[in-house]
């Protein structure tokens, strides 16, 4: 089976919409779908697909709590904490639990064993299933900056005998780092605009550093200028789909509609996408 990553470089270029349509059209003739939703900020996948949710757990991370009975105040955990979770004074230790990234340095290095971790919840899990596609999403509490660790849990329900469709944050930072990293292929969405050239180039870059082999998904191919296209001939990357703007689409999808659900000749183009991403993916394995 294939782990697969649907990624933009920029927010709103119809990344979630292909990902949920593509796990539809897959699903009637393929049991083995999984739709994982990694954009833990902003999860939407959920609002097309509606799904039946069945479970619900916590996502936490180890933050330090220290024994004023033990500690002497050397500094040593502050100067060891990359992150400033922790400042040490005469006498006391603050603990910055949202800055703390969870690494148990502090609690490692301390000379007086003054440190241990207690666990910070940090978001949710929830687990589901709508037809025959197996659905997960994590929720980020509100206020939390500490998203990677509960992308990286929601990336371990991906199962190695399933084809694995993940929804990532848009953008090219450590979220998406998270998502994409051990992933077999990257599905990336961009519009043919300036804007979703430069962000198309991030995210080009980003999945070579990863070394996630790549392939590209214009979306509303008929506005614009040609500039994306030029860039995929220059680069090698290969354009697997062109969607055109289409008002009948974009009405579907500002009803919460999924495409193939309403038109048919979208079910079989989005057979014939992942069935080049298929093709793009075991070429990469034969070199």
Known sequence: MINLVIASGKGGTGKTTLAVN?????????????????????????????????????????????????????GLCAEVCAFNALAVFPGQVMELAELCHGCGSCAYLCPQKAITEVDRTIGVIEKGHVQNIEFAHGILNPGEAMSPPLIE???????????????????????????????????????????????????????????????????????????????????????????????????????GEPVVSKLPVWQGRFIELFDQIMAAAKGVEAK
Not at 52 to 72: L, M, T
Not at 162 to 185: E, M, N, Q, R
Not at 199 to 226: F, S, T, Y
């Open 22 to 74: 593509l796990a539809l059209a897959l699903q009637k003739s393929c049991p083995n779908i999984q739709l994982l939703d990694c954009d833990v900020e902003e999860p939407n996948a959920h609002l097309f697909l509606k799904p039946v949710i069945e479970e619900r757990e916590n996502v936490g991370i180890p933050v330090p709590k220290v024994d004023p009975e033990k500690c002497d105040f050397c």
């Open 153 to 255: 849990a929601v990336r371990r329900l991906g199962r190695g005998d399933k084809i694995t469709i993940i929804d990532a944050p848009p953008g090219t930072s450590c979220p998406v780092v998270a998502s994409l990293k051990g992933s077999d292929y990257c599905l990336l969405v961009t519009e043919p605009t300036p804007f979703g050239l430069n962000d198309l180039h991030l995210a080009c870059q980003l999945a070579e550093k990863l070394g996630v082999p790549a392939g590209v998904v214009i979306n509303r191919c008929d506005q614009g200028d040609h500039g994306v296209e030029k860039y995929c001939r220059e680069k090698g990357l290969p354009v697997l789909m062109k969607i055109p703007f289409d008002r009948q689409l974009a009405e579907l999808y500002a009803s």
